[in-house]
């Protein structure tokens, strides 16, 4: 069975730094685009990052040199540095996939970025 556990979100202020996880199982992780979203109350959900099978990486404008994809192909995680956060950041941000013919999505990790 296929599951996402992401982690890594917290209280945060203005100007941190968070690292999120997300930790794969059940799919041949190695083959697969990950991606990171977010939703915020009221707003779509929306695609923060993505990262191929072979590392290529994409960003939505907004976080753009400020947020870092990556993936551990070993450990099947994925991984989203973020930096210089501001409230606008501020969200729910879930690990997702598309494998064997539709989507999966974790639970999310709340983020808050305040002072």
């Known amino acids: 069975q296929v599951h996402l556990v992401e982690s890594g979100g917290g209280s945060v202020q203005p100007g941190g730094s968070l690292r999120l996880s997300c930790q794969a199982g059940g799919i041949n992780f190695r083959l697969y685009a990950m991606n990171w979203y977010r939703r915020t109350p009221g707003k779509e959900r929306e695609l923060v990052a993505s990262i191929s099978s072979d590392s290529q990486t994409n960003y939505i404008d907004s976080v753009k040199d400020r947020f870092i994809i990556t993936r551990d192909n070993v450990w099947a995680r994925v991984y989203l540095q973020m930096n210089s956060l501001s409230p606008e950041d501020t969200a729910v941000y879930y690990c997702?996939?598309?494998?064997?013919?539709?989507?999966?999505w974790g639970r999310g990790t709340q983020v808050t970025v305040s002072s």
């Open positions: 997702n996939t598309y494998a064997r013919g539709r989507e999966f």
